[in-house]
């Protein structure tokens, strides 16, 4: 398979990172102290970002591993349903994570990850696939920093040859709460994301909690001491201010849109889809890849969990 495309040099995407299941209360009348109503809702940052391409018409392919599990079949089925590509997801040992998901009342969803021993975080070297000259390597979130996976992938990462690669941060303080010790654990990416001249992508809280991590003031901060370092682009969402990136060459911002929000689940990994399925004319129109990614940002959080737009609905906004 040719995976180039002559316009834009890089039509298939390849994601990397944790697929796992959002457990949401669903309140129901028939709810007492003994049994409340739930829900199991396919997600992880990487697989929503991954569905959020394909539902953009980008040629995606899903590496992170899935177990044998009821859930396993929930997100394969999913991913299958969405025309995201598994013939290069990596099995993985053991049952599938689950993240208990807590709203508050504006809808801005916090999380508890049960994840050790799980198939989700089985991320071996020798299990992963092999990437095409012409792909984008896409990795995110929780797999940056979860051991033993997280050391495994950078291992991988570091014998790969992609195109272009982007890192997603998608800071999970529950996970570690000590700034230092997060920063700490992301520090092998960042100096790949240096060396690969990557994108690295924040929200503005992920990157004030890594600068206070480093000593440093704020988000504005820890953009510039990661382009200083050789990072190509770092793009940090702003929330409903919009977003910036920031490159050698300068800032790029663009605002927020004023949306009705029902929950704030998959906002930033769907943001990332919309700035990758623009970004590969980088940096030729770097505003017009966070404009993108602004509005599918917006378009998911007027819905009830990770339901990405399509790239007609897309349109209609843009248009």
Known sequence: MDERDEVTGATRFLVVGEALIDLVSQPDASDSSFATTWQAQTAGGPLNTAVALARLGREVD???PLGGDAFARQMTDHLMANGVGLDRTPDGDGPTAVAVVSLDEGGRASYHFHSRDTATFDLRADRMPSLGPYEWLHVASLALVVQPGAEELHRWVLAQSPQKISVDLNVRTIVEPNPGAYARAIEP????????????????EDMDFLAEGLGLSGHH???EELVRRGVGCVVTTLGPDGARALTAAGVEEVPGRAVPVVDTVAAGDTFMAGFLDWSTTWPEDLAGALRRGVVAASLVVGRRGAQPPTAAEMAAVLD
């Open 62 to 64: 899903f590496a992170g």
């Open 189 to 204: 990416w960042m100096a790949l994301m240096a060396e690969r001249r990557g994108v690295v992508k924040g929200s503005d």
């Open 221 to 223: 901060a820890y953009a």
